[in-house]
């Protein structure tokens, strides 16, 4: 036995998202997400200690990478981030490079000049949070090392 966490299979669109990231060294040209910036986040389980992957959007902005935990306006924070909180140690794909990071939510000043940048950029992240009561974290992707 090892003592290797298993990676359970993203959903189909994800893996389909995951997998035209790969073959076009991170940046997809078709489909919904075309021309968006997007990265591909390792996560341990927070319960399972199971190895995740997910694809989502991210901004760079003054050489720090973003995420946000929108969950597209849902009431509830995506397990992506319930597991990142529980374990901040992180691998990040990104434009064909991987490397290990550690995720680091914002505090709520810089939380929101983050958060309006990318709404600005990409208005349906406005509309994510207006859609729900939660206030939707960002968290700085730290390269490790």
Same mark, same amino acid.
């Given at each position: 036995?090892?003592?290797?966490?298993? +990676?359970?299979?993203? %959903?189909?669109?994800?893996?389909?998202?995951?997998?035209?990231?790969?073959? *076009?060294? #991170?940046?997809? %040209?078709?489909?919904?997400?075309?021309?968006?910036?997007?990265?591909?986040?390792?996560?341990?389980?927070? +319960? %399972?200690?199971?190895?995740?992957?997910?694809?989502?959007?991210?901004? $760079?902005? $003054? #050489?720090? @990478?973003?995420?946000?935990? *929108? +969950?597209? #306006?849902?009431?509830?924070?995506?397990?992506?981030?319930?597991?990142?909180?529980?374990?901040?140690? @992180?691998?990040?794909?990104?434009?064909?490079?991987?490397?290990?990071?550690?995720?680091?939510?914002?505090?709520?000043?810089?939380?929101?000049?983050?958060?309006?940048?990318? %709404?600005?950029?990409?208005?349906?992240?406005?509309?994510?949070?207006?859609?729900?009561?939660?206030?939707?974290? @960002?968290?700085?992707? @730290?390269?490790?090392?």
């Amino acid at each position: 036995m090892t003592d290797t966490p298993t +990676r359970p299979e993203p %959903s189909d669109f994800n893996r389909q998202v995951i997998d035209a990231l790969r073959a *076009s060294g #991170g940046a997809l %040209s078709e489909g919904p997400f075309a021309g968006a910036p997007l990265l591909v986040l390792h996560t341990r389980g927070r +319960r %399972s200690g199971r190895a995740y992957e997910n694809p989502m959007m991210y901004l $760079e902005l $003054e #050489g720090r @990478v973003y995420v946000f935990a *929108s +969950r597209a #306006g849902h009431p509830d924070h995506p397990d992506w981030y319930l597991n990142l909180v529980a374990h901040p140690e @992180v691998t990040v794909e990104r434009g064909g490079e991987t490397y290990p990071a550690r995720a680091v939510p914002l505090e709520e000043g810089e939380r929101a000049r983050v958060y309006e940048l990318q %709404s600005e950029a990409y208005p349906q992240f406005a509309d994510y949070q207006r859609q729900t009561t939660r206030v939707i974290p @960002v968290v700085e992707l @730290v390269p490790a090392g």
